[in-house]
């Protein structure tokens, strides 16, 4: 597996071609602590979600990070690893970890999973053949 013993603390798989989850990762990459985050287009040519020892259908559908130890992080628990590293969000990973806050998050990032197929993209479907998201067409 490509990245699993990666030198940074954290490896964020993420859909490049997806707007609004470009526009936070770029958020990201410009906060103190973001040298120690390999940011990796899932969408990009040449990924291979079997080198990198990801599902690659649920890498499309749900946020995925890799910790230094291997293990992997989804959804919510992917968003804590990432603040979790940030010094201006550790805060927020604290919080987020509480159980109310926790099971609200959960809710609200189920249903972004469902309309994320519908978010604007930067290519058009047909340039995107390998994920998921881009057979669907918009009514």
Known sequence: MNNMK???????????LCKVCSKEINHYRKQVGAEKIEFIDICA??????????????VHKIMHVRRQDGTLATRVDAFIAIWNVLPRYKFLAKVASLRAVRASLDVGYS???VIRPWLPRYTAADDCK??????????
């Not at 040519?45 to 649920?58: R, W």
């Not at 390998?130 to 009514?139: L, M």
């Open 111 to 113: 249903c972004f999973t």
């Open 45 to 58: 040519t040449g990924f291979s979600a079997e080198q990198e020892g990801v599902d690659p259908v649920l």
């Open 6 to 16: 990666s030198h940074k603390n954290i490896n964020v798989y993420y859909d490049g």
């Open 130 to 139: 390998d994920s998921p998201y881009c057979e669907i067409k918009k009514a």
